[in-house]
């Protein structure tokens, strides 16, 4: 009797394992029989968020799954780039936030010159020994000379690129405090044309100006906050007699006001301010009720402040949505510094934010190009 139980329990032991053996080797035929287009589609969703928009597409392409995952998080728009100027030599590094990537060009056209703007990839720059101002496309390498101006330290400007026939170029020089110059040229021109016009309210300008073109209108945001609107149809100048965006306390101590920015989007005036460590203060121009009204969300938006000029975004990454990011880079070129409002912090956290010790024109967003092919 002891002998048959001993059998039967080995019997069934080997049935077990058998059984156990069976059972895994189905599971390993089920995974190998798995493919790539099998994995979640939330894992699929943060794998495609972090692509390239080329690197999507063609990711796409693999399987149905995979297209309709893809698509859900596929990016239509590019970030700027930041471009850093040289203090020596002719290498021009290219910051890109959205894949914190650093790509270099060697740009001797533009040795001995000053930025003084940035518009649809165009840079407008100008040289201080020949008062030489001229348009450089910095990855085409085209070149539109202008006439010669001597630009001392006021800000510049220009509506839309020197290939259009809409292009002005738009200057503001403080004369007194109730007169200012204002000095318009185009490409094609013999020389500028420059004409004084009569504040009737206080209007100094300053190199610390910011200037954007919309809808016609050459918007001019003084030191101070008042807002001069310049109309490039009649030619008409005119200081709005709305109250100045409030600023943050002690903003105007150790040169917090090189932390100030203003940019267009579809037809709106912003105006950033920012101190500090403190959170960035954004507001938005109702020009027919004339306020400045603070806004607390960017629906999405993504800004690109620089101080000669500052961009907008739809349709950027997720990660990237409703944030500003700022013209500095931390963690040797990998970082660009950034403010989520949806977070309410800054990225990455505990940084210095001294605008005051930041060279303003050693750098500046730029339209990246749509070719990328030359820098891969």
């Known amino acids: 009797m002891g002998g048959r139980k001993r059998r039967k329990v080995k019997l069934l032991s080997a049935r077990v394992a058998d059984d156990k053996r069976r059972t ?36 796409s392409i693999a399987c149905k799954r995979w297209n309709t995952a893809a698509s859900s998080v596929r990016v239509v728009n590019q970030s700027p780039w930041l471009m850093y100027f040289p203090k020596f030599g002719n290498m021009y590094e290219f910051y890109d936030p959205a894949q914190r990537k650093t790509y270099s060009l060697e740009l001797p056209e533009l040795y001995g010159s000053r930025v003084c703007y940035t518009k649809d990839g165009w840079l407008l720059l100008y040289r201080p020994r020949t008062n030489r ?7 085409s390498r085209e070149v539109v000379k202008l006439p010669r101006f001597e630009l001392t330290y006021q800000i510049v400007a ?34 500028w044309v ?17 200037i954007v073109c919309c809808n016609g209108f050459f918007f001019c ?19 709005l007699s709305l ?22 989007h579809n037809g709106d005036i912003l105006v950033i301010y920012t101190c500090s460590s403190e959170s960035p203060i954004i507001y938005k121009l109702h020009r027919s009720n004339r306020f400045w009204q603070e806004m607390k969300t960017l629906d999405g938006m993504t800004l690109f402040a620089s101080f000669l000029s500052s961009h ?33 912090r800054y990225y990455p956290r505990k940084q210095c934010h001294d605008w005051g010790e930041q060279d303003p024109f050693e750098n500046i967003w730029i339209e990246p190009p749509e070719d990328l092919s030359s820098f891969i």
């Open 312 to 344: 907008s975004r739809t349709d950027l990454p997720g990660m990237m949505r409703n944030s500003v990011y700022f013209s500095k880079v931390r963690f040797f070129g990998k970082r660009c510094i950034s403010y989520s409002l949806d977070d309410c």
């Open 133 to 139: 101002v001229f348009f450089f496309n910095p990855f």
């Open 243 to 264: 109250p100045p965006p409030k600023c943050p306390e002690n903003f105007f101590e150790k040169n917090w006001w090189k932390g100030k920015f203003m940019l267009e």
């Open 194 to 210: 420059t004409v004084n016009y009569q504040n009737r309210l206080p209007f100094v300008s300053s190199i610390w100006n910011k």
């Open 24 to 59: 895994r080797m189905k599971k390993k035929a089920m995974l190998e029989m798995q493919t790539w287009s099998d994995l979640p589609l939330e894992l699929l969703h943060l794998i495609f968020i972090r692509l390239s928009l080329e690197d999507n597409i063609r990711s």
């Open 158 to 191: 220009f509506s839309c690129a020197p290939a259009f026939n809409t292009c002005v170029v738009f200057t503001v020089r403080h004369i007194s405090p109730t007169i200012v110059a204002i000095s318009t040229c185009h490409p094609g021109a013999t020389e």
């Open 221 to 239: 945001l003084s030191l101070t906050g008042w807002l001069g609107v310049f109309d490039l149809l009649d030619r008409t100048w005119n200081v």
